[in-house]
């Protein structure tokens, strides 16, 4: 039989279940995408910037046409998984183990679009680190270089002419985390504990940004790429396929059943202003 440990009392029905939540990178991309009739294009529709000018009196109010801008979007993202399942597992256990496996198969679609999205720092508008070129990387002598990391931040998307009560938001490396809690571990405030205690472990708030830790982060030498941008702009996504739309039919050449999901999505920059790219040492903290 192919499940050759399937024991009701043993057999662990999550697997990795408890990590299948929102993707990290989905919670900074914009879902607002006009689906084409074509059906093979997104258009993605964004009002175009206002202007302010001294008032005078003495002259005519001069009045702008309103405009927007229109970004066509190609889905870029088709993946899928496929499973057979004989029907000698069906009949040698009573447990529900297929769902195990179906959920896993949705979880690792929506991780590898996950990884995509991030892939998107190629595309920022901006380039983001401590001093000159010199990728970011806190050991555990220099984690006291975690303020200047945010006050820096803070001024790079300030001088981008981001909105200051916008929520703004890091996806970074898991070593970035371990940064932040070796620097507030001697730290008599309890600010910096609470946030991260309180908060969920791929997320949290620290610095005035909404932090979330991902492995996805791509890596490119010694470099590790994360991103900062604004809740619900930059990157935009949209989705054709659902991971959770799973098809199943019987085997014609084998006695079983067989499962697949598929996801087909697409994903962009539109507004690279409001995208950075931070570029850590792909060594975060070290000895």
């Given at each position: 039989?192919?499940?050759?440990?399937?024991?009701?009392?043993?057999?662990?029905?999550?697997?990795?279940?408890?990590?299948?939540?929102?993707?990290?990178?989905?919670?900074?991309?914009?879902?607002?995408?006009?689906?084409?009739?074509?059906?093979?294009?997104?258009?993605?529709?964004?009002?175009?910037?206002?202007?302010?000018?001294?008032?005078?009196?003495?002259?005519?109010?001069?009045?702008?046409?309103?405009?927007d801008t229109d970004v066509e979007l190609?889905?870029?993202?088709?993946?899928?998984?496929?499973?057979?399942?004989?029907?000698?597992?069906?009949?040698?256990?009573?447990?529900?183990?297929?769902?195990?496996?179906?959920?896993?198969?949705?979880?690792?679609?929506?991780?590898?679009?996950?990884?995509?999205?991030?892939?998107?720092?190629?595309?920022?508008?901006?380039?983001?680190y401590l001093t000159g070129t010199t990728d970011i990387q806190f050991t555990v002598t220099t984690c006291a270089e975690i303020p200047v990391f945010f006050g820096k931040l803070a001024k790079a998307v300030k001088d981008l002419d981001w909105p200051e009560s916008a929520p703004k938001y890091i996806i970074a490396p898991s070593g970035f985390k371990e940064a932040i809690l070796t620097y507030t571990g001697g730290r008599e405030s309890a600010l910096g504990d609470s946030d991260l205690v309180n908060g969920r472990s791929d997320m949290f708030k620290y610095g005035g940004f909404n932090i979330g830790i991902s492995n996805n982060c791509t890596t490119v030498s010694t470099t590790t790429h994360g991103l900062c941008g604004l809740v619900g702009d930059g990157i935009a996504l949209g989705t054709q396929i659902s991971p959770n739309s799973i098809e199943s039919m019987r085997a014609e050449s084998r006695f079983g059943t067989l499962y697949r999901g598929r996801m087909k999505a697409g994903h962009k920059v539109h507004r690279s202003a409001s995208v950075v790219d931070i570029n850590f040492n792909s060594t975060v903290v070290g000895a």
């Open positions: 039989m192919a499940l050759s440990y399937v024991q009701q009392e043993l057999w662990a029905n999550t697997m990795q279940a408890l990590f299948e939540t929102l993707t990290v990178a989905g919670r900074v991309v914009n879902r607002n995408v006009v689906q084409d009739s074509r059906a093979d294009k997104w258009h993605i529709v964004a009002a175009s910037e206002v202007s302010v000018s001294d008032v005078n009196d003495a002259a005519d109010i001069t009045y702008a046409a309103l405009t190609t889905p870029n993202f088709d993946k899928a998984f496929s499973l057979l399942d004989l029907d000698t597992n069906g009949v040698q256990t009573a447990i529900d183990y297929m769902q195990t496996y179906l959920k896993r198969g949705a979880y690792k679609l929506v991780d590898a679009l996950d990884e995509s999205i991030l892939g998107e720092y190629a595309n920022a508008g901006s380039d983001f």
